[in-house]
């Protein structure tokens, strides 16, 4: 390291690795086409080629690798949701995640804060109490606490009772995180495509082409690009916000709004604020980043929309009740805003699995919570594509849940939590 | 500020009104429970032109937008009355399917 850093200063030429081998022609056929190239459609390669050694893939992507929500996400990482299902599935990610600067031997900056997930009424503090007992029989580390013990852990909150909503306690989550998004997309990435899986950046896929189609969903044989076409033998579909559009492409109808959320940072501060703040009645939320910004964000947009614009709306009511947390941030300057268009479910559970095409699956109705969710959707994919067997921690999330009436109700810990 | 233009009240901030999503066409009441699951939980969620229900809360007052999902800009709006002429009576024997017109939404 320290002879590195000698020889590279003094040389001009500093050894930059290309993670990414240049583009190239798309090929002809492959055994499996990945249609999104975020963090969900990365690490299903990345899980196909290491532990199923299937390599003949392409992850395609209408933009830039990874430009989607894993961009734009404010990066909580954390498993003390209230539905059993919800609670196996982001305890297994969260587990992946704690090993993923290893796997990759590059630093996501995996940061573990304590999560606090506020409560400012007798009904909230039922629902935290609610999913601490669901959490707990799972073992995840997951409490009750009063608002002495918040004042405790996280003196920087104003817990006064002058304000218009008290805190009265929270939910305790030892375990919550923040890591670098974009470091875990280039680290799934990079791994994958060092085993051989290509990645096709600015390639939109407009079309599938399928056989069999008699009053059936029929088979999968091919996806069409702005590039040409190409023959598969399965795809999946992983594209956040435009889920909808891709799906309409095999006739197959969603209970999924594309709805815009937005999220800003303030100005680089020294660190002062550890913890993970989260308000479920004051829709606001509120890190501090390795590099000092304050992260913050809030609830979906109003109204749906395909677009990414920000509005000053939003940045209003969010201000309105941080202040009420953090009342000295009064004076502090915003640096960034932006907004991911988000594929919201009405049960605010994912939709995993099968379709009703053959060899088509999808991964979608990851809202405003599907970061957190990435190495266990890419790495349950990947099971799910190499052994054509849907896993049991999948199998919950069909979309046939909603015919069935068997939906999840995940929205106690899913709207606003992230 | 976006401004929505109310068919009872005039030009309005956006912020007053709650959005109630697309609107969908009722089935008829003796349809199979895999046709009501779709008009409960399944979305157009369409990129372009739509035409959707909004709620003007100080006054207890429901209209329909035209927007366009992808410019941002709402086209235009009117009374759900011009929409949806008649009631569905959830009380009497299954109706007869209302072919393309729009039935009240409950
Ligand atoms: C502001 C904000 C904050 C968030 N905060 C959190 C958080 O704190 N914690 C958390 O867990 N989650 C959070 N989320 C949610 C999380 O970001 C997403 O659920 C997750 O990143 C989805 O990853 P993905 O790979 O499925 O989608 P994306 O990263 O959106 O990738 C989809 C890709 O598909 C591509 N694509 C679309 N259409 C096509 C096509 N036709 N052909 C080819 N490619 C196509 C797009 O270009 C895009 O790159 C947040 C989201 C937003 C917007």
Redesign the pocket.
Same mark, same amino acid.
């Given at each position: 390291m320290v002879f590195a850093l000698l020889k590279y200063g003094l040389s001009k030429h500093y050894p930059a690795k290309h993670q990414f081998p240049r583009p190239r022609e798309l090929k002809k056929s492959y055994d499996v086409v990945i &249609?999104?190239?975020?963090?969900?459609?990365l690490a299903t390669a990345f899980y196909l080629a290491r532990d199923w050694g299937i390599t003949n893939v392409a992850v /395609?992507?209408? =933009?830039y690798l990874?430009?989607?929500?894993?961009?734009?996400?404010?990066? &909580?990482?954390r498993s003390n949701y209230l539905t059993p299902e919800g609670v196996r599935f982001y305890d297994e990610s969260v587990r992946l995640y704690q090993d993923l600067s290893n796997d990759f031997d590059l630093n996501i900056l995996y940061s573990e804060r304590g999560h606090l997930t506020l409560a400012h009424t007798d009904s909230a503090i039922r629902t935290m109490r609610w999913r601490a007992e669901v959490n707990k029989h799972f073992g995840i580390n997951s409490e009750l606490v009063l608002v002495d013990d918040v004042k405790r852990l996280c003196p920087q909150l104003d817990c006064s009772d002058t304000v218009r909503y008290p805190v009265l306690g929270a939910l305790y989550h030892a375990p919550g995180s923040i890591a670098r998004h974009d470091a875990v997309a280039w680290g799934y990435g990079a791994g994958a495509a060092m085993r051989g899986v290509e990645i096709h950046q600015r390639?939109?896929? &407009?079309g599938i082409e399928r056989e069999g189609v008699n009053g059936t969903g029929g088979k999968v044989t091919g996806v069409v690009t702005n590039r040409g076409t190409i023959k598969c033998g399965k795809v999946i579909q992983?594209?956040?916000?435009?889920t909808t559009?891709?799906a309409d492409m095999i006739g197959l109808k969603l209970p999924i709004r594309t709805i815009p /959320?937005?999220?800003c940072v303030s100005q680089p501060l020294k660190p002062f604020l550890d913890k993970i703040i989260v308000s479920g009645s004051l829709h606001v939320y509120i890190s501090q980043s390795s590099r000092g910004e304050l992260v913050m964000?809030g609830s979906t947009d109003p109204y749906a929309l395909y677009g990414t614009r920000s509005t000053l709306d939003f940045k209003e009511g969010l201000m309105m009740h941080m202040l009420e947390l953090f009342p000295y941030l009064a004076e502090v300057k915003l640096l960034r805003q932006?907004? =991911?268009m988000?594929d919201m479910t009405p049960d605010f559970a994912p939709i995993m699995g099968e379709t009703h095409v053959q060899n088509y699956y999808i991964?979608a109705g990851?809202?405003?919570? =599907?970061?957190?969710?990435?190495p266990v959707c890419g790495k349950r994919n990947a099971e799910m594509l190499a052994t054509g067997q849907v896993p049991d921690l999948i199998k919950p999330f069909t979309y046939r849940r909603f015919p069935e009436f068997r939906q999840l109700g995940e929205k106690g810990a899913a709207s606003v939590g992230? | 500020m976006k401004i929505l233009t109310c068919p009872l009240n005039g030009p309005r901030n956006i912020s007053e009104f709650v959005w109630g999503g697309e609107v969908k066409i009722h089935p008829p009441l003796d349809c199979t429970d895999e046709e009501w699951a779709a008009y409960a939980a399944l979305e157009n969620n369409t990129a372009g032109v739509v035409r959707e229900w909004w709620y003007h809360v100080p006054t207890a007052y429901w209209i329909i937008a035209e927007r366009d999902t992808v410019k941002d800009v709402i086209l235009r709006t009117y009374p759900a009355r011009e929409l949806f002429k008649d009631r569905v009576d959830y009380d009497a024997p299954a109706a007869p399917a209302a072919g393309d017109t729009p039935r009240e939404t409950p």
């Open positions: &249609i999104g190239g975020g963090g969900h459609g /395609l992507d209408k =933009g990874a430009g989607g929500n894993t961009a734009r996400n404010t990066a &909580i990482i390639t939109e896929v &407009i992983a594209v956040a916000g435009a559009r891709v /959320l937005q999220a964000g932006w907004a =991911g988000t991964d990851w809202g405003t919570w =599907g970061f957190k969710a990435t992230h | -």
